[in-house]
């Protein structure tokens, strides 16, 4: 079994910074690939970034040159270093897990952006 709780939500203004955890625990490793998503309210899941058991990485185009995701992989953390912050980025913010073809969900951590 697999789970995943995300922290380091809050409240912080326009120019901001946040920095997202996600802690998994159970049966993954290094290899599976991570990821976060957000679901702002009224709006569909939306992916921001992900990393693969490489750290390759990937951005959605709203959030590149501002977001960066990492991982430790001994400590089976994900992170998500969030700058410049916009209102726009206001939203519920979703770590994931690929576990060889399931995706694992934690239960997301609220991030506001006041303008």
């Known amino acids: 079994q697999v789970q995943l709780v995300e922290s380091g939500g809050g409240l912080v203004q326009a120019g901001g910074s946040l920095r997202l955890s996600c802690a998994a625990s159970?049966?993954?490793?290094?290899?599976?690939?991570m990821g976060w998503y957000r679901q702002a309210r009224g709006n569909e899941r939306e992916l921001v970034a992900t990393?693969?058991?490489?750290?390759?990485?990937n951005y959605a185009d709203s959030v590149k040159g501002r977001f960066t995701i990492s991982r430790d992989n001994a400590k089976k953390m994900v992170y998500l270093q969030m700058n410049s912050l916009k209102p726009e980025d206001t939203a519920v913010y979703y770590c994931?897990?690929?576990?060889?073809?399931?995706?694992?969900w934690g239960k997301g951590t609220q991030v506001t952006v006041s303008s």
């Open positions: 159970g049966y993954i490793n290094r290899v599976n690939p």
């Open positions: 994931n897990v690929n576990h060889f073809g399931t995706i694992y």
């Open positions: 990393i693969t058991s490489s750290s390759n990485t």
